[in-house]
T-cell receptor
Framework: DAGVIQSPRHEVTEMGQEVTLRCKPI?????LFWYRQTMMRGLELLIY????????DSGMPEDRFSAKMPNASFSTLKIQPSEPRDSAVYFC????????????FGQGTRLTVV | GNSVTQMEGPVTLSEEAFLTINCTYT??????LFWYVQYPGEGLQLLLK?????DKGSNKGFEATYRKETTSFHLEKGSVQVSDSAVYFC????????????FGTGTQLKVEL
């Protein structure tokens, strides 16, 4: 398996534009997580899905952020409109159902909003 | 709620030095504990884990023991290498925590020749 695949790896956009980040989890994994990493706040969980259903979105910073998982092999995180303070590295992770298994992370998308 | 506290970095060591990165936690229930490593420009990778008290996780010369009495999971390595330079994250997960990982703030390790 190729692991968790995220695209794009880097994104530079202007303030006010819509940004869509994409994630393909590992096949067979039931859980998918979106994290944001910044120097100031470290790693923050934004939202996670179980069997394509959003379970906890309490970490989503505000209404400008939305996430979807239309099927088991694809998820998106959308920011509309984007702001400079959204600049961060966004990670997607997935794991199977078994409680004691670890989460596998993608390589992240580095987002810069100018 | 759940929380993880790590020693602040950066930590700078000479090659072959002994490494300890402290990690303590607060959790409801009985957590599983993890150490993840992030190399420059990459995502997080699991380094080791322990799922119950007194378990010792180990990998690539790193070790950590799940200490319930002190709510700690300190990371150790007897002899670090330059290639160990990375950011290390302690994390926990509880069944009651919605299956989500709670991370510490990360500790940057720099190993010099």
């Amino acid at each position: 398996d190729a692991g968790v695949i995220q695209s794009p790896r880097h994104e530079v956009t202007e303030m006010g534009q819509e940004v869509t980040l994409r994630c393909k989890p590992i096949s067979g994994h039931d859980y998918l997580f979106w994290y944001r990493q910044t120097m100031m706040r470290g790693l923050e969980l934004l939202i996670y899905f179980n069997n394509n259903v959003p379970i906890d979105d309490s970490g989503m910073p505000e209404d400008r952020f939305s996430a979807k998982m239309p099927n088991a092999s694809f998820s998106t995180l959308k920011i509309q409109p984007s702001e400079p303070r959204d600049s961060a590295v966004y990670f997607c992770a997935s794991r199977p159902s078994s409680m004691n298994t670890e989460a596998f992370f993608g390589q992240g998308t580095r987002l810069t909003v100018v | 709620g759940n929380s993880v506290t790590q020693m602040e970095g950066p930590v700078t060591l000479s090659e072959e030095a002994f490494l300890t990165i402290n990690c303590t936690y607060t959790a409801t229930g009985y957590p599983s504990l993890f150490w993840y490593v992030q190399y420059p420009g990459e995502g997080l990778q699991l380094l080791l884990k322990a799922t119950k008290a007194d378990d010792k996780g180990s990998n690539k010369g790193f070790e950590a023991t799940y200490r319930k009495e002190t709510t700690s999971f300190h990371l150790e390595k007897g002899s670090v290498q330059v290639s160990d330079s990375a950011v290390y994250f302690c994390a926990l997960r509880t069944a009651g925590g919605g299956n989500k990982l709670t991370f510490g703030t990360g500790t940057q390790l720099k190993v010099e020749l």
